[in-house]
Structure formats: C-alpha cells, structure tokens
C-alpha cells in the first residue's frame, strides 16, 4: 500500500470515493460537486482543500480530505473533511494508515488541533477515534447552513447578494 498526496489525475477515484461515503452515510443524492470542481478547489494557487490516497496495485482505495482553519483560542488547525475507503477494502489497513498521516501532516504543520465530526450512529468510527486518544466534544453541536437556509435568510433580511 502506499499514502501519498493527491494529483489531479486522482480526483475522479476522490468522487466515486465521496459518491459511496455518501450512500453509507444515507444521503445518496447529497453530493453535487463535480471532479471539475475537486480539481479547480483542491489544485489552485490557493488550494481550498489537500488530499492523501491510499493506492494499492495502482487503485485508489481510500482517501483523507482535509483543509486548513484558524481558531481563536488555538491558531492554525486541520479540518479533516473525509476519510474514506472503499467498502470492500475495509480492514486492509487503508483508513488507519489515512488516517495516521493526517495527525502526522498536523505535526509536521504544527497545528494545535485536528477536529473532524462523525455521526452518532457510526459506532466502528467512533471506536476507533477513541481507542486513538481522540476527544468526543458531547457538550457541542455541530451547525450548518445549507444553500436553501442561506438564500431564506438573506431574503428575510433582505440582503440577497
């Protein structure tokens, strides 16, 4: 197996890779970003996201997504968006190995925290994060504003940019 950072060429395998995340998380029609998009988004001067894969015999097998944010009380952190792997590849060691380089891409980044969410009804993920020394914040929510909540706000307010 070998993690490496992902390419352009990879961003097709990076979709499939969210398209299947997305069936197993119950929200199969969620996903509208296109590989156009992953490539613009993901390969700019100014990437908006970094990608590692897990290959092995030159397939693409799993994939950790993550971008940089800032906190107030903690300064540059890692957001790990996604870390997925093909389900007939689980237990191949492909999501620890993910998910290995991405604590050790904070280290070499000097981060001071690396936050990710998982549902509450994916008990493997959550086992797992927790058997690693990761934190379950129970006293947060998670928020979000989806494109039909941001345009009805704007319009209630009358800001419709």
């Known amino acids: 197996m070998i993690i490496r950072k992902g390419t352009p060429i990879d961003m097709n395998s990076v979709l499939e890779l969210i398209k299947e995340l ?29 990608t590692f894969v897990a290959e092995i015999d030159n397939e693409i097998i799993g994939i950790a997504l993550y971008y940089y944010r800032y906190s107030t009380w903690k300064g540059k ?21 993910l998910y290995s380089e991405i604590i050790a891409q904070g280290k070499r980044d000097n981060v001071k925290r690396i936050e990710w969410a998982v549902l509450d009804w994916n008990t493997p993920a959550i086992d797992f994060y927790k058997k690693t020394g990761a934190k379950m914040l129970e006293d947060w929510n998670l928020v979000q504003m989806d494109e039909k909540g941001i345009n009805e706000f704007l319009e209630k307010i009358n800001l419709n940019t």
């Open 22 to 50: 997305a069936v197993y998380e119950k929200e199969p029609n969620a996903v509208v970003v296109t590989v156009d998009d992953l490539v613009r988004d993901g390969f700019a001067e100014n990437p908006l996201f970094y």
């Open 77 to 97: 952190t890692i957001h790990l968006e996604d870390l997925i792997v093909k389900e007939n590849k689980r237990g191949t060691g492909a999501g620890f190995a």
